[in-house]
């Protein structure tokens, strides 16, 4: 056959997809093509050198899929549309003009939608999800900091380029389409177009099998990393969605009360009643631990350090020493080395700091929750003390000066307008200021205090200060060191060396105060953050994201407590509850935490559970004993990983005994069950109903 063919050349245009087809084919391959480039720029960013090529490949079919799904989702509806004689984008100028306009806002959204994403998963090494809907709420800190992080301006200039290559593209197509012969006939009309919408509707169902594809696939990779690197954005982001509603289950509540009765020591919890509230202190229940108390304290000083990742500070063996000071006032103080963050979030962090209560909310903090605003800190029962807050930027951000100005009887916040240091970058002024500023504050305090300092410098745009560039020296290691120290840049590092630093500045500048003698120091971080952890952890920091939750407790007080290194499981929810058996005053507490060094005690903290809820990966868990188990929001087995770095893996099995894997079920199903409802049922009590505490 040759073209001059008049009649199998008619034969063959007969049967030739229609043009609409053709030019919709066109759209998706654009579509297509930008998803698949910037997830080969994520594998050339995130990719390890132990990471095979099967691997590889695996991340690429399945984020084939999930990319094909969306074609399908946005080229289907136009699909039906453009099979309607007067409305195809060959049918008029004014037909052809609006189907341009469309076509190029979807691929211009898609590019923008990548961009986003590929700066959410550089930061967090997730993609992006509904999480980031809160970020709204503070638009305008969110806005600087992504300014002063990110180059925004080249990177919105490479946009509109792109677009604009794009959408001549699309044009240019869309003339080559108009100019060809749609001789095809009614009956191959109708096959092309059935055809075309079975394509769609199989990638959309992702499969051919019973159960369509689901985000959760991606997990099936057995890794962190891979799972967000084969997701789409748009598939984690519509996924999270289906899990943002408040409440809890109270029949389940009840049905988990005897086994958190006997783990909290509240016999007002039953299948009946449902009163958490347990009293403690001198003459009440329990008094001021023996062991490495001394004494008890006048004043606290609790500091919230931000992103103080475990696996990456000296304490933990970082092959860059990045926290030596850091170690060693863990060496002088009483250091729970085993200690988890509920979930990842500064806002979150704060929240389960204070009311000890996991913030279990799906996408917005529970700080941002109306519902919740009145909450019980039993910060409130140290009557005697005046409590102060200090953070370098702005309390209103995530809604945290709702939970503390609502909850926190006669506190005084110090935000950035308060101090006489010039502020940084949208976190305000620098951490060293804020801890030289907070000591000049508590140094003048007649009356015992407490006081709470955050952190915000370990954090995008990782600014270290011009005034502190004398005497903190900036250095810069290679791509291997930085990898195998769990860092992503020297930005990051240095940043989190300057946090060191202000420790530094802070202890020896409190240290020539009178206050320092009689003050306890209490170090944590509001979480960690995602990463490699290499081999000095057990697989499942890095795999199943554990590196993003541990963090070092450190009660520092010379004087006060004699140095201990405690490895039982510690969770954040238990700080207020051991800082007040510290001081020994009488508390009230309606929470899930318990004073950890009374519980050495009573049981040298075997029975310590830490409750974990990863709301990027969509999953609820505990740490206990030496496993890490984990189910998913949707349900489904558990899974059961070795997370003990001190002790090897038991030898005869990968996974715990099934009577201990029902066990750690239980308790994931008891811990998140009772959280959710306690968020609801934690209200601060009324003036009169306070313990009389005091620190002395």
């Known amino acids: 056959m040759t073209p001059a063919d008049p009649v199998n050349a008619s034969f063959s245009s007969r049967l030739a997809p229609p043009r609409v087809i053709r030019w919709l084919a066109t759209v998706g391959l654009v579509i ?414 007649e009356k015992p205090f407490f006081a709470v300092i955050q952190t915000a410098g370990n954090h995008r745009p990782y600014t270290i200060p011009a005034e502190d560039r004398g005497a903190f020296t900036v250095i810069e290691a290679t791509p291997a060191e930085l990898a195998a120290a769990g860092f992503e840049s020297n930005e990051e590092l240095n940043a989190f060396r300057y946090t060191d630093f202000s420790f530094r500045a802070f202890i020896e500048a409190a240290r020539k105060e009178r206050y320092f003698a009689d003050t306890l120091f209490v170090f944590i971080g509001d979480h960690g953050i995602g990463g490699n952890a290499g081999n000095r952890f057990p697989r499942a920091w890095t795999e199943q994201g554990l590196t993003a939750f541990h963090t070092p407790l450190l009660f520092y007080a010379p004087g006060i407590l004699e140095p201990r290194r405690i490895s039982t499981v510690a969770s954040m929810v238990d700080v207020l509850p051991t800082i007040a058996g510290i001081a020994g005053i009488p508390y009230r507490n309606g929470s899930l935490g318990r004073d950890l060094l009374r519980q050495e005690q009573v049981d040298g903290g075997a029975s310590n559970v830490a409750f974990i809820i990863d709301h990027h990966n969509q999953t609820v868990g505990v740490r206990r004993g030496g496993w890490y188990a984990t189910r998913r929001f949707a349900g489904g087995a558990a899974r059961h990983d070795w997370a003990d770095w001190r002790h090897p893996a038991p030898s005869l099995s990968p996974a715990p005994a099934s009577a201990l894997a029902e066990e750690n079920e239980t308790w994931i199903d008891a811990l998140h069950q009772t959280s959710r409802y306690l968020l609801f049922h934690n209200r601060k009590p009324a003036r009169g109903d306070a313990p009389a505490g005091s620190l002395r």
């Open 32 to 445: 297509l093509g930008i998803t698949t480039a910037f997830r080969v720029l994520a594998l050339g960013t995130f990719v390890r050198p132990e990471d095979s090529a099967e691997a590889i490949a695996r991340i690429l079919v399945l984020g084939l899929r999930y990319d094909l799904r969306l074609v399908a989702l946005l080229l289907l509806p136009a699909l039906v549309i453009g099979s309607i004689r007067a409305l195809q984008p060959f049918a008029s100028r004014t037909a052809a003009r609006a189907w341009l306009v469309a076509a190029a806002l979807a691929v211009t959204t898609v590019a923008m939608v990548q961009i986003i994403d590929a700066f959410h998963l550089r930061y967090l090494q997730q993609r992006l999800n509904a999480s980031v809907l809160g970020f709204l709420t503070d638009a305008g800190i969110s806005a600087e900091m992504a300014w002063q992080s990110y180059p925004i301006v080249r990177v919105t200039l490479a946009w509109l380029v792109g677009s604009a290559a794009l959408a001549w593209l699309l044009v240019w197509r869309h003339r080559v389409a108009a100019r060809s012969p749609d001789a095809a006939t009614r009956r191959a009309r109708w096959t092309w177009g059935f055809g075309a919408g079975v394509c769609g509707v199989v990638a959309i169902y992702g499969r051919v099998s019973q159960y369509p594809l689901r985000w959760s696939d991606a997990f099936d990779l057995r890794d962190h990393l891979h799972a967000h690197l084969a997701l789409s954005p748009v598939e984690s982001f519509v996924s999270s969605l289906d899990f943002r509603g408040s409440g809890y289950d109270e029949a389940v509540v009840r049905s988990h009360a005897p086994r958190m009765a006997a783990y909290l020591g509240a016999p007002g919890v039953t299948a009946q009643g449902l009163d958490f509230v347990r009293r403690f202190g001198p003459g009440i229940a329990g008094a001021t631990p023996a062991g490495p108390v001394r004494r008890a304290p006048r004043n606290v000083v609790l500091v919230i350090c931000e992103s103080f990742s475990g696996y990456k500070s000296s304490v933990w063996g970082n092959p860059i020493d990045t926290t030596p000071y850091f170690a060693q006032l863990c060496r002088e103080g009483v250091l729970f080395d085993d200690c988890y963050t509920p979930h990842f979030g500064t806002a979150r962090g704060v929240w389960a700091l204070l009311t000890g209560i996991p913030d279990v909310e799906m996408t917005k903090t529970a700080t941002r929750n109306p519902a919740l605003v009145d909450q019980h800190v039993i910060l409130n029962d140290f009557t005697a003390a005046e409590k102060l807050y200090f953070l370098g930027g702005s309390a209103s951000w995530a809604n945290v000066r709702g939970l503390l100005s609502n909850n926190v009887r006669g506190l005084r916040i110090y935000e950035e307008d308060a101090f006489r240091s010039p502020r940084v970058d949208v976190w305000g002024i620098s951490d060293t200021s804020l801890f030289l500023e907070a000591n000049a504050i508590l140094a003048r305090e």
